[in-house]
């Protein structure tokens, strides 16, 4: 099976760093994508990470661990723009479940100015 | 690009009622993924298909639910009839396979469903 675990629901002041964190238990992982989702909008992709380490991007980086089934998302310098659900979601390898991924619940980021 | 285009962005409907969905997703991306998105089961994969072939469809609720690819730039999920129940966001992705690219899916804004 897969299961993807992220916190519910976080909340930081602007400004401010944040880290999101997201465990996987999934079958033939191949790597680890963050969405961000804001109210009333589709997910937009964030990232994707496919070996060990940390890749930045702008205000925002995103690690992953395979051994430790573990991601994270962090979020620098936070804006109130940065308000959102963030999702993790798991792809796997290529076989029978080629090109689908796995979401998680997302975690609903709220900032205060 | 014009992006994932989905219609109609909102539907409101009576039970009973049958209603279409319908999706065009990026020109040239292979994979199409249709989503249920509701507060109380978050983003859920209903059905997938490659190259206009249904995948899996271990998704999809019941047997009310259908989805069609004719083509490689349509598709469509219906249910019939509607239940209140199948009140949720609906969101079409697609994504392209390869080598070379990741296998990044691509939203479209949503079909957001109201079933009274």
């Known amino acids: 099976g897969q299961n993807i675990d992220q916190p519910t629901e976080m909340t930081a002041t602007e400004g401010a760093i944040v880290q999101i964190n997201c465990t996987y238990q999934?079958?033939?992982?191949?790597?680890l994508f963050w969405y961000q989702q804001h109210a009333g909008e589709a997910p937009t992709f964030l990232s994707y990470?496919?070996?060990?380490g940390l890749e930045e991007k702008g205000r925002f980086s995103s690690f992953l661990s395979r051994s430790k089934g573990y991601s994270y998302l962090l979020l620098k310098e936070l804006q109130m723009k940065d308000s959102a659900s963030y999702l993790c979601?798991?792809?796997?390898?290529?076989?029978?479940?080629?090109?689908?991924?796995?979401f998680g619940r997302g975690t609903q980021l709220t900032v205060w100015p | 690009d014009a992006g994932v285009i989905q219609s109609p962005r909102h539907e409101v409907t009576e039970m009973g009622q049958e209603v279409t969905l319908r999706c065009k997703p990026i020109?040239?991306?292979?994979?199409l993924f249709w989503y249920r998105q509701t507060m109380m089961r978050g983003l859920e994969l209903l059905i997938y298909?490659?190259?206009?072939?249904?995948?899996?469809d271990s998704g999809m609720p019941e047997d009310r639910f259908s989805a069609k690819m004719p083509n490689a730039s349509f598709s469509t999920l219906k249910i019939q009839p509607s239940e209140p129940r199948d009140s949720a966001v609906y969101f079409c992705?697609?994504?392209?396979?390869?080598?070379?690219?990741?296998?990044?899916?691509?939203f479209g804004p949503g079909t957001r469903l109201t079933v009274l």
């Open positions: 992705a697609s994504s392209l396979i390869s080598r070379l690219v990741t296998d990044t899916q691509y």
């Open positions: 999934t079958s033939g992982f191949n790597g």
């Open positions: 990470n496919v070996l060990d």
């Open positions: 979601a798991a792809t796997t390898d290529r076989g029978s479940t080629l090109g689908r991924l796995y």
């Open positions: 020109s040239g991306h292979d994979y």
């Open positions: 298909f490659n190259n206009n072939v249904p995948i899996d």
